[in-house]
């Protein structure tokens, strides 16, 4: 499979090169991207690309941790202290990458978590044994996690799953993920340290740490930089003892744009390298996500991403996650569902700011003239024959498309072929009544994800008739492509 790319990302100095040209990025991120369907990883990678994105980042490699046998990539230890993997648990990263290398999006992987959500650090000190009898249990910290740093067993362990990862053979592509153009960097953890207090008490074992599994993935893997996945830096991990190539930040806590633009500059002024915001959240309005990014701008920030976006189901609607706090995933363009926790102001300045970042714009004043694109046109939206089921048209559901911020439903009377030309069709939702396919919903485990949240209603159509209808993605900046059509016979209304 051909990829796009023609260079693996390098550093010189605090700039990330691609080739002879500055890499810079304001995007999100993508923390679903490796247990998504096929379809809603493309969905995602088109939507990141869409919003001006050129970069994201996944979540971690997952590990067992006594409830996800089904889906953890390190699934236990032999006798021998020889890792077990699930191969098929990196299916979805094998597609994600064939399908970032396609649409030019490179892709931040970070190897190991602090938390417990998919299995982190405390995995490995368990598979070996170390964990003072105690399984893990999710939702809790526990303090003989810390052996992950300063045990050799669990070191061992990680090492082993590094070295596994970097010789994987990507069963789509069949290119080695160490020779992959589409990873911009490993990151050695997500949030490793955790909270600043614990940053300073373990500082010692973090910093030997990181020195040696850092020079263990290079030995193995000279195409690609490596990220230091610290919470935050530390005077020490910013001096020359720390052999990682960028260096990053999560932000949860405090002024974010003051510690943006403090921490850039502290980063490239004593280490010399390039700084990553790799993720910030909390805020339920674009004001002060503004200030982050324009902070980030004015001090040279290499790059910026929030948390975090969440695709098209391969179904009806969008993924959604609550997170702490009144705010959510985001979702693009924007939806009114999302107004309380201010989502299309927000994702509208994200894109503004890729735009000042891809080079199209110098101010933000400038950059947020800059329309947006209209909805795609690489597919059409996928009209479902089910949500028909005897004859009900209250209760239509579709698959949608990248940029639609609401569809336009037509209808026909009686029976119309794909080939039809247009007369004949009557619009029954269209800017004014603006039907989109964003919203809170409930996921449910054994529950298709087309029966989340209700479809729309044709409250005109009469009972016993027979229509056609059809619909397609709009958006402020155009219209996209008509999706398929479906007939309905002896139509009723069911809620």
Known sequence: MKSVFENFITRSGTRLMDGDKELKFVSLNYPQ????????????IKTI???G???TRSYVIPVFNGHNDEWAYV??????????FNEDALNELDNLLAVCNEYGIRLIIPFVDHWHWVGGMESYVWLAGLSEGESPIR????????KFYTEEKPRDLFKQMIAHVLERENSVTGIKYKDDKAILCWETGNELGGNPECQDLHDEELSEWTKDIISFIKCLDSNHLVLDGRMSTTKRSRGAENPADILGAHYYEGDFAKRCADETELVHEEAGKPYILGEFGTYIKADPCIKVFEQARIHHA????????????DGFGFYFHDEDGYWASYHWPGFP?????GETEIVRSIYAYAQIANGKADTYEEARLIPIPGPETEEAPVLYEDSFANGNVADIKWRGVVGGAYYEIQRANGRVSENADEFGWTTVAGEKEYVFDSGKNIEVDGVDCINCIPGFNDITAVDGQTYSYRLRACNESGKGVWSNIITVENVCHKI
């Open 53 to 55: 994105g050129n970069v």
């Open 75 to 84: 699934k236990g230890v032999d006798e021998n202290g020889k890792l077990q």
């Open 139 to 146: 939702g809790t910290f526990y303090q003989w996690a810390w």
């Open 337 to 341: 569902a999302g107004d309380y926790y």
């Open 33 to 44: 991207a490796t247990s998504d369907k096929p379809w809603e990883q493309r969905n995602a």
């Open 49 to 51: 690309k869409t919003m």
């Open 302 to 313: 290499n790059g910026v991403m929030m948390w975090s976006l969440r695709a098209h189901k």
